[in-house]
C-alpha cells in the first residue's frame, strides 16, 4: 500500500510539471509573461518540496547523492527568476523518478513471478496420517507426500522406488527427470510424474530455491561499480558545481550565470539512468531463468569477450521438436503421426506434447484413443481404432 501510494505520487508530480510547462508556455506565447512565471513557480514548486524531503531523508541515513544539485539549481533558477529553467529541471526529475518507479514496479511483477512458484503449504505423514502444514514448519527428517504436478517445498531425498520431476525452473533442463531411490531432489522441482515421498533434508528457507529468491532479491539491491562511483563523487561534484556557478557570477556579476551553471550541471541521467537499467535487467532475466549475482556482475558483462553455454535451453526455445519420422515398416509418416499424437494426447510429457504439435502443425485430424495408460516418464499405451498403440523409449516399446 505504501509503495503504491509513493508511485501515485511520482506519477501525480510528473503530471503537475508536464501540465505546468505547457500551460505556462501557452501563457508566455500569448503575452502573459507573469502569468506563465507564476504558473511554472507553482508547477515546481511542489516537485522541488519533495526532493528536498527525500535529501533530508538521505542526510539523516548518512547518505548524500547527486539529487542536491538538482534542489540547488531549481531553488537558484527560481529565486533569479528563471521559473522556465526551473520547470524543465523538475519535468527531468520528476520524469527519471517515474521511469525508476515503473522499472522497480515490473521488476516487483517479475519477482512475484517468482515467488508465485513458492509453495506455502506442505503434505506431512504424521502418525499413520497426512497434515497439511506451513511450509516454515518443515524440518530435516520430515517425510513429505509431493503430489502429481506439486512443487517440492524443500530440499529432500527420494524415499520411493523412484520420482519423476521437471528442473527446468532450477537448471534450464526442459526435459523431466527420474530419479532413484535416495536421490536428492531440490526445491523448487515439480513432480512430473506420480506422487511419491520427500524425506525433506533441509529447512524450507535453507532449501536452493528460497536461496534463488535471495538471490535475485540482493542482486536487485545491490549497486554497480557506476552507480557507486557517482554516489562516491557526489561531494566533490557537488562542491565543483556550486564553485564554478559563484565564480560565472562573481566574474560576470550576472547571477544568471550562476543559474545557468546549476541547470547544466543538474544530473538527472547520471542518478537515475543506471540504477533504472540495472532493475530492469536484473529482473528481466530472473523472469527468463536467468540469475545475475548482482548489479556488478551485469555490468562486467560489457566486457566480455567470449561467452561459453553448457546448458539446453539457455539460448534455445528448450521444448523438443520432431525432426524427422522414419518407418521401417513403409507406413506414411502422416499416419505414424497420427497415431502417436492421437496417443500421445493424454501425456504432458515434453517429447509427448511435441509430437502432438507437429501433427496439429501438419493439419492432421487425431482420432480419440481407448484404455491409454501413462507410465511417467517412460511411454503411454492405448488402442486407437481397434489397435494397440505403444508409444515410448525403445525399451518401453520392447517390453
Known amino acids: ?25 501557452g501563457l508566455h506565447f500569448s503575452d502573459q509573461a507573469g502569468a506563465a512565471r507564476l504558473v511554472w513557480t507553482i508547477a515546481t ?44 529541471v523538475a519535468l527531468m526529475c520528476t520524469g527519471g523518478t517515474f521511469l525508476e518507479s515503473f522499472a522497480e514496479g515490473r521488476a516487483r511483477r517479475e519477482m512475484q513471478d517468482l515467488l508465485s512458484r513458492v509453495p506455502r503449504t506442505a503434505t506431512r505423514y504424521l502418525d499413520g496420517h497426512l497434515e497439511e502444514i506451513p511450509v516454515y514448519d518443515i524440518r530435516p527428517g520430515d517425510r513429505l507426500l509431493i503430489r502429481q504436478g506439486d512443487v517440492a517445498p524443500a530440499d529432500g531425498t527420494v524415499a520411493g522406488t523412484r520420482a ?33 515421498d520427500l524425506v525433506a533434508t533441509h529447512q524450507a528457507k535453507d532449501s536452493t530455491y528460497a536461496g534463488i529468491v ?8 545491490s549497486k554497480a561499480p557506476m552507480s557507486r562511483l557517482a ?11 556550486v564553485l564554478i556557478a559563484v ?20 544530473p538527472c541521467p547520471l542518478i537515475l ?6 532493475v530492469a535487467g536484473l529482473s528481466r532475466a530472473a523472469h527468463y531463468g536467468v540469475l545475475i549475482k548482482g548489479a556488478r556482475h551485469l555490468e562486467n558483462m560489457a566486457r566480455i569477450h567470449s561467452l561459453v553455454l553448457d546448458k539446453t535451453g539457455t539460448l534455445t526455445d528448450g521444448r523438443p521438436q520432431i ?31 511435441a509430437v502432438v504439435t507437429a501433427a496439429r502443425q501438419r493439419h492432421i485430424a487425431l482420432a480419440m484413443p481407448k484404455d491409454v495408460t501413462e507410465v511417467a516418464g517412460e511411454g503411454v499405451v492405448g488402442f486407437l481404432e481397434g489397435k494397440h498403440v505403444v508409444v515410448g523409449g525403445h525399451g518401453f516399446v520392447e517390453r
Request: glycine share 8%.
Open 214 to 221: 535471495r538471490l535475485v532479491e540482493d542482486a536487485q539491491r
Open 323 to 353: 525432426a524427422a519420422i522414419e518407418s521401417p515398416l513403409g507406413l506414411p509418416g502422416d499416419e505414424i503421426l497420427r497415431m502417436a499424437a492421437s496417443i500421445d494426447q493424454v501425456s504432458k510429457h515434453p517429447i509427448a506434447q
Open 1 to 25: 500500500m505504501e509503495r503504491s501510494s509513493e508511485d501515485r505520487l511520482k506519477l501525480g508530480l510528473l503530471v503537475v510539471a508536464l501540465v505546468g510547462l505547457l500551460l505556462g508556455l
Open 247 to 266: 565564480a560565472a557570477w562573481w566574474f560576470t556579476g550576472d547571477p544568471i550565470r550562476a543559474v545557468a551553471v546549476l541547470v547544466v550541471a543538474t
Open 45 to 88: 514548486a511542489p516537485v522541488l518540496f519533495a526532493l528536498l524531503v527525500e535529501i533530508l531523508r538521505s542526510l539523516w541515513r548518512g547518505e548524500m547523492g547527486l539529487d542536491i544539485v538538482a534542489a540547488l539549481s531549481m531553488s537558484a533558477a527560481l529565486t533569479f527568476g528563471e521559473a522556465l529553467a526551473a520547470t524543465i
Open 273 to 278: 539512468a543506471v540504477p533504472v537499467a540495472l
Open 231 to 241: 554516489d562516491r563523487w557526489s561531494i566533490g561534484f557537488l562542491a565543483v558545481t
Open 164 to 196: 519423476f520431476i521437471n528442473m527446468s525452473a532450477l537448471t534450464g533442463e526442459s526435459l523431466p527427470v527420474a530419479l532413484a531411490k535416495d536421490s536428492e531432489a531440490l526445491s523448487g522441482s515439480t513432480n512430473a510424474g506420480d506422487a511419491f
